[in-house]
């Protein structure tokens, strides 16, 4: 599932004019450029180089994360493009659950589609997946349990529902980027517990 995500979005970039990938994305501060490097930096990392990196960084994820953008950013969009080609079938993963691999690739993903007005229809599976992960993990290892805790997400195109609470219901694909805090996601949802939820964010 998470090549099949590299596989499509490396689609979707091929066609994108070079002007394009200097529009923001939903990653506050960063380009769909800058989150393309960040995608062939975290495809290329590895158990090891990941504590590594983040002992250099002096356990700071976003300084290790820009440090991962400066080293894979290329001079152009093709070489950039070129270096994402070349991991998008690795293996290798950060010390984390391996479902950590599918949050990166979907929302990622919806970062760089949705501000250029793209779309894509994702597995169920590897959306539940990753919502569900996201749920259960606390916000010190990138996670949204404490953002979750006070309200029961359900979707209403997916077997799931996750807490207790007020709830907050739409479709799993927003609820997944509601719960990664990018609050474009939020007029696809509803419920008495969307207040709550968008307050935490």
Do not use: K
Request: glycine share 8%.
């Amino acid at each position: 599932m998470v090549h099949a995500e590299r596989a499509a979005l490396i689609g979707v970039l091929e066609r994108l004019d070079d002007a394009r990938w200097d529009e923001p994305s939903l990653c506050a501060g960063w380009t769909v450029h800058d989150v393309v490097a960040h995608l062939a930096d975290t495809a290329r990392t590895t158990r090891l180089g990941f504590v590594l990196g983040l002992a250099r960084a002096r356990f700071d994820f976003d300084r290790q994360n820009a440090r991962g953008v400066a080293r894979e950013r290329g001079a152009s969009p093709r070489e950039t493009l070129e270096r994402l080609r070349r991991v998008a079938a690795r293996r290798s993963t950060p010390p984390a659950p391996l479902d950590s691999r599918l949050v990166e690739e979907i929302v990622h993903g919806e970062d760089i589609r949705r501000p250029l007005g793209l779309s894509r229809s994702y597995p169920t599976e590897a959306v539940v997946r990753s919502l569900r992960l996201q749920a259960r993990t606390p916000a010190s290892l990138g996670g949204a349990r404490e953002l979750v805790a006070r309200t029961r997400l359900t979707a209403t195109d997916a077997d799931v529902s996750i807490g207790e609470g007020p709830e907050v219901s739409g479709p799993a694909l927003p609820l997944l980027l509601a719960v990664c805090r990018r609050r474009v996601a939020l007029d696809d949802l509803g419920g008495p517990g969307l207040a709550a939820l968008a307050a935490a964010m």
